[in-house]
């Protein structure tokens, strides 16, 4: 007699989140300056953040990168950039062992001046 077993399993994303905090991302005279807030899901760390800005016009875009503590990272500011709009997001990098899950912020567009 052979019983075969057959399981549907599901994979599940881990639940890490990461927003900006108030008053972020905000443009200044040829800076984007932002903080924000992270949440993690059970057994998953985070250990790094990466701001970065791309003009809405096309072109190079720029990045600051940062440390995450407590919940919190930033604040962080991309420096030296051209007058114009750029699409801005945050992006954390959670592990939980060997995995490794990279979570970005909600887009948002901020005007630099000069």
């Known amino acids: 007699m052979v019983l075969l077993l057959l399981c549907a399993c599901e ?3 881990a639940d890490n ?7 972020s991302p905000a443009g ?8 924000g807030t992270y949440t ?3 057994g998953w760390r985070a250990f790094g953040v990466v701001l970065t800005a791309v003009p809405t016009g096309g072109g190079l875009s720029a990045s ?4 995450t503590a407590n919940g919190m990272w ?12 750029y ?3 945050a992006t954390i990098s959670f592990r939980m062992g060997d ?15 000069n």
Do not use: C, E, Y
């Open 64 to 67: 600051a990168g940062g440390a």
């Open 28 to 35: 200044g005279v040829h800076k984007i300056t932002a903080s």
């Open 99 to 113: 995995q490794m899950q990279q979570i970005a912020s909600p887009t948002a567009i901020v005007t630099v001046s």
């Open 11 to 13: 994979a599940r994303a």
């Open 40 to 42: 993690t899901a059970d």
């Open 74 to 85: 930033g604040p962080l500011a991309i420096n030296d950039l051209p007058a114009g709009q």
């Open 87 to 89: 699409t801005v997001f």
């Open 17 to 23: 989140t990461v927003s900006w905090g108030t008053g």
